[in-house]
């Protein structure tokens, strides 16, 4: 069992950062994919960026790709997601999601534990 805890949200312009962070409980963390996924309100959840167990393989979403950056600390049992240059269609709440798959996946079913989330607002 995998409990994760994001943070880090909140309200900024257009063209500011934020960092999230979500915390995972338990021992396996570095045995764990990691995702980030969000989902504006009346939208389906999406894709966003993924980090494989070591860390070193990322992949992102075309629509952030360049503008954010997803890592983890294993030692920390926490994954990031650094967001820079942000616009109002980045508006969501944002998730993040911890899985088996060795190079972590884009699709949601291929995760098995998820946050809360935490809500990221950007103004205009």
């Known amino acids: 069992q995998v409990q994760l805890v994001e943070s880090g949200g909140g309200l900024v312009q257009t063209g500011g950062s934020l960092r999230l962070s979500c915390a995972a409980s338990?021992?396996?963390?570095?045995?764990?994919?990691m995702g980030w996924f969000r989902q504006a309100s009346g939208k389906e959840r999406e894709f966003v960026a993924r980090?494989?167990?070591?860390?070193?393989?990322?992949y992102y979403s075309d629509s952030v790709k360049g503008r954010f950056t997803i890592s983890r600390d294993n030692a920390k049992n926490t994954v990031y997601l650094q967001m820079n240059s942000l616009k109002p269609e980045d508006t969501a709440v944002y998730y993040c999601?911890?899985?088996?798959?060795?190079?972590?996946?884009?699709?949601?079913?291929?995760?098995?534990?998820w946050g809360q989330g935490t809500q990221v607002t950007v103004s205009s």
């Open positions: 999601a911890a899985g088996v798959a060795l190079f972590g996946s884009s699709r949601p079913r291929e995760y098995d534990y």
């Open positions: 338990g021992r396996t963390f570095s045995s764990y994919s």
């Open positions: 980090i494989s167990r070591n860390g070193v393989i990322t």
